[in-house]
């Protein structure tokens, strides 16, 4: 299997990307020992993350197993998450 994405932490309810995704293009990654797969809603560039799992408004986005932000609107499985969905802690001064 070529590795598309990365999940550092079996809490983490993003991925990241390690080459560019295709929107509609079925992603497989590793979840600990599992190999899961999904579909994704839209493009994802090499680097940026996408959603696990559907994730609510002001959830917590979670990556290394810790929250790094979180949603600032609802967040459907396979969908790019970045600054136009989630809030950094970082930038609110909160790590």
């Given at each position: 299997?070529q590795?598309?994405?990365?999940?550092?932490?079996q809490?983490?309810?993003?991925?990241?990307?390690?080459?560019?995704?295709t929107?509609?293009?079925?992603?497989?990654f590793?979840?600990?020992?599992?190999?899961e797969?999904?579909?994704?809603?839209?493009?994802?560039?090499f680097?940026?993350?996408?959603?696990?799992c559907?994730?609510?408004?002001?959830?917590?986005?979670?990556?290394?197993g810790?929250?790094?932000?979180?949603?600032?609107?609802?967040?459907?499985?396979?969908s790019?998450?970045?600054?136009?969905?989630?809030?950094?802690?970082?930038?609110?001064?909160?790590l």
């Amino acid at each position: 299997m070529q590795k598309q994405a990365v999940v550092i932490n079996q809490k983490d309810n993003v991925a990241t990307a390690v080459q560019d995704l295709t929107a509609g293009s079925v992603v497989s990654f590793f979840v600990g020992q599992d190999v899961e797969q999904l579909t994704l809603c839209e493009f994802i560039p090499f680097g940026h993350k996408f959603a696990l799992c559907d994730i609510g408004k002001g959830q917590e986005i979670l990556k290394y197993g810790e929250s790094i932000g979180s949603a600032l609107k609802p967040i459907p499985e396979g969908s790019h998450v970045h600054v136009h969905n989630m809030q950094s802690n970082r930038g609110r001064g909160d790590l």
